[in-house]
Every structure is written in C-alpha cells, then in structure tokens.
C-alpha cells in the first residue's frame, strides 16, 4: 500500500464543508482506506506551500473554476448577458470580479450584481 496526498482547493469554509461531507460518505472512507485533514491554506508548511503552487497556476485555477453556462471562462472586463432569476432580471452587463461562488457584475447603470456562473453567458 502506498500514502497518497490530495489537496484540493476550495474559495470557502462551505465548500469545504461540502468536500468534506462528500469524502467522510465515500465507499473509500467507510472502507476505512483514508484520513481527511481539514485546515486552511494558512495551515501549510512553506514547502507545503510551494510544491502546491509549483503544480498548479492559480489564475488558470479561478478561471476553470468561473465558467459560464456554456463552460466558457469567465474572466474580468467582459461583457456577459444574465438570465432571469428568482433574484433579478435578465440584463448585459461587465465581469469586474469574483466574491467566493459569484462572479461580480456591473450593469450599464453602474450597479453590481453576485451572480453564478450558470446563469451567465459570455457576449
């Protein structure tokens, strides 16, 4: 048997609640095959740190983990069309950033929406 490491990468404490439900309840751990360890980024040694980084580009990582409905990448400045939701009304608008799940959006009046990436389309 070999020790296997997985990091995986999360924007919130609620997304790692979600990974963490979903690995305790996995055929894998009721087997009693792994341990889970839960920390924050915070929690890694600088060698942790830098073999992480060395695997992966992060700006590459938030775009994958922005994609509009059509699995498109999302990315600042452009311009995008909004479904209708229960929470608004279709609109056009511009991606001026990221607040955890959402992608923030500014409409040709000024105001920002959070809006998930789903209900997004890039123009």
């Known amino acids: 048997m070999k020790k296997v490491t997985l990091t995986i ?10 990974v963490a439900s979903q690995m305790t309840s996995s055929m894998i751990a009721q087997e009693g095959f792994f341990t ?18 060395d695997q992966v580009d992060l700006e590459t990582l938030l775009l994958s ?4 409905k059509n699995e498109e990448p999302i990315e600042e400045g ?9 929470d608004n009304e ?21 105001n920002s929406f959070c809006v998930l990436p789903e209900n997004i389309e890039i123009d």
């Open 9 to 18: 990468i999360v924007t919130d404490d609620s997304e790692a609640q979600i």
């Open 36 to 53: 889970l360890e839960c920390g924050g980024i915070s929690d890694l040694t600088q060698s942790d740190k830098d073999s992480l980084f």
């Open 78 to 86: 452009v311009n995008v069309d909004v479904d209708k939701t229960d």
């Open 90 to 110: 279709e609109f056009r608008g511009t991606v001026t950033g990221y607040r955890n799940e959402f992608v923030v959006i500014e409409d040709q009046d000024g």
């Open 65 to 68: 983990y922005y994609l509009d």
